[in-house]
Nanobody
């Protein structure tokens, strides 16, 4: 599975960005797709995730501001980020989770896209 992110950039506080992630390759059995982020000097953390059935999960810090969505037909996942804050500054990574009988749970990662929010 290959994941390619796009949509990062520089935005002022209060602004919006939309991240996109496309999956290709052996995408059969992808269960969960999501977004994680890693700020300098901090651990990678979950931002939001969505199952193939549409169930979502968000970090408390982004609830009400970020929205994750998924287009299964296009193998895409999106993260709409509104009311951005400087503390949202990080590299954002797309994640896909496959569950297979032979390999079990396997995580795939994109290369990351930088989001910078200026105050």
């Amino acid at each position: 599975v290959q994941l390619v992110e796009s949509g990062g950039g520089l935005v002022q506080a209060g602004g919006s960005l939309r991240l996109s992630c496309g999956a290709s390759g052996s995408i059969f059995s992808i269960n969960v797709m999501g977004w994680y982020r890693q700020a300098p000097g901090k651990q990678r953390e979950l931002v939001a995730r969505i199952t193939s059935g549409g169930s979502t999960d968000y970090a408390d810090s982004v609830k009400g501001r970020f929205t994750i969505s998924r287009d299964n037909a296009k193998n895409m996942v999106y993260l709409q980020m509104n009311s951005l804050k400087p503390e949202d500054t990080a590299v954002y990574y797309c994640n896909a989770v496959k569950v297979e009988a032979t390999t079990g749970v396997v995580n795939y990662w994109g290369q990351g896209t930088q989001v910078t929010v200026s105050s």
